[in-house]
């Protein structure tokens, strides 16, 4: 079965910082764009980041721009959300998922597959 296999959630004071990381399961990363999603409580799930396949280039929702970077290491098949300066509004469960490419449309659920069982991240004092 095709999934990823995230990891790296906790609990971290506000402030704080975690580093998500998620591995592909029965599959390699080489020609996937790599989004990573959050749903917190009651809400529906939203996209926080993107990263492409071919050459890097990343893109993020408004409220984590330069506290949130986003990375990948195809050889290890493996993506990463390096997350600083968490506030209590980032507490969710953390996804992530692949699909041809961000694009402007990065953001929204339709066209990723292989969804893993997500990260809890709770912030909080």
């Known amino acids: 079965q095709l999934h990823f296999v995230e990891s790296g959630g906790g609990l971290v004071q506000p402030g704080g910082s975690l580093r998500l990381s998620c591995a592909a399961s029965g599959f390699t990363l080489d020609y996937y764009a790599v989004g990573w999603f959050r749903q917190a409580p009651g809400k529906e799930r939203e996209g926080v980041s993107c990263i492409s396949s071919s050459d890097g280039i990343t893109f993020y929702e408004d409220s984590v721009k330069g506290r949130f970077t986003i990375s990948r290491d195809n050889a290890k098949s493996t993506a990463f959300l390096q997350m600083d300066r968490l506030e209590p509004e980032d507490t969710a469960i953390y996804y992530c998922?692949?699909?041809?490419?961000?694009?402007?449309?990065?953001?929204?659920?339709?066209?990723?597959?292989?969804w893993g069982q997500g990260t809890q991240v709770t912030v909080s004092s």
């Open positions: 998922a692949v699909r041809p490419g961000c694009g402007r449309t990065w953001s929204q659920l339709r066209g990723y597959n292989y």
